[in-house]
């Protein structure tokens, strides 16, 4: 069985939210303040690519799943979040309705998937600003162009087009996530730039086990089977790092509701090692009778 190492930032009760306390969050392997301030700084010190014991760390929230990302050996942050039985049914007779998304229909008859995207920039945004979404910029379908001085958006209009395909209880669940995860990665990476993406699938994709070469994707999965990731110590690879075979015991399984924040192989001193994963099957496009509906918040490089 896969095993998933406790988040460090998590094993300090004083980093817990209240509520994964009162849950019985169980504190496994703590380490001392002077250990792990060692461990930050190999981390970046480092100039080697994750080994076969880099984990999945397992967070009690998307703060210290972002936080854990600075840790060399983490390939991977998850937080298990399980969804209330009325949002959980409210997504599925969502999806269960076939929703028709604008431009759909521009789509191949073979295309798997259908997205909502918009681009979140916090370029010029102060590190303490009060209202970094606001202050923002945000780029997308029927939003004005970059450059457009004056003109533009701001990063909550552009997340308004992305989400208002959703009735509004289940965008606000959506746009709550999204907001987490954005300022969770923004404030423990540093990087400005994101890419935000609603996910509508049809049909089977990314079946073979792969790594993406980005910096980093993160996903919830709110309707329909969850991606599936892998523990590193049962992960073969080409020497340019891309994944060639998964040991079936190395296999972790996202539930909805979940938050999988992945690295890439362009991550740091990741050299093409970026997490292993692979969609779940639900069928060909034309015979599909389980679509799926996700998030997903990559961070992009400045342009």
């Known amino acids: 069985m896969c095993t998933l190492v406790p988040c460090r930032m998590c094993e300090d009760p004083r980093h817990r939210p209240r509520e994964a306390l009162e849950h019985g969050v169980q504190e496994e392997g703590a380490r001392g303040a002077e250990i792990a301030a060692s461990k930050r700084a190999r981390t970046a010190e480092s100039v080697e690519a994750p080994d076969s014991e880099a984990s999945i760390a397992l967070c009690a929230s998307v703060a210290d799943a972002a936080a854990a990302l600075a840790d060399i050996d983490c390939i991977a942050a998850l937080v298990r979040r399980p969804l209330g039985e009325d949002t959980l049914s409210g997504f599925a007779e969502y999806i269960e309705s076939r929703p028709q998304w604008p431009n759909i229909d521009e789509l191949h008859p073979l295309e798997a998937t259908c997205d909502r995207v918009a681009v979140i920039d916090f370029s010029d945004v102060a590190s303490d600003d009060t209202d970094p979404l606001e202050a923002a910029r945000g780029y997308g379908r029927n939003l004005p162009p970059r450059g457009t001085a004056g003109k533009e ?59 993406d070469q980005n910096i980093c994707r993160s996903l919830v ?78 961070i992009a490089e400045d342009f």
């Open 153 to 211: 958006a701001s990063a909550k209009a552009a997340m308004a087009q992305v989400f208002k395909v959703l009735p509004e209880s289940l965008r606000m669940v959506a746009a709550g996530d999204a907001i987490s995860l954005l300022l969770a990665l923004r404030s423990h990476t540093g990087r400005r730039q994101y890419i935000l993406k609603m996910e509508l699938v049809r049909g089977d994709t990314c079946q073979k086990w792969h790594c």
């Open 221 to 298: 999965t709110y309707a329909g089977p969850g991606t599936i990731t892998a523990r590193e110590g049962g992960v073969q690879r080409a020497p340019n790092g891309c994944v060639e075979a998964v040991l079936d015991d190395a296999a972790v399984h996202i539930s909805a509701g979940d938050f999988l924040i992945m690295k890439g192989g362009t991550w740091g001193t990741n050299n093409g090692r970026g997490a292993a994963h692979r969609a779940p099957p639900i069928g060909p496009v034309h015979s599909c009778l389980q679509h799926r509906l996700l998030l997903k918040v990559d």
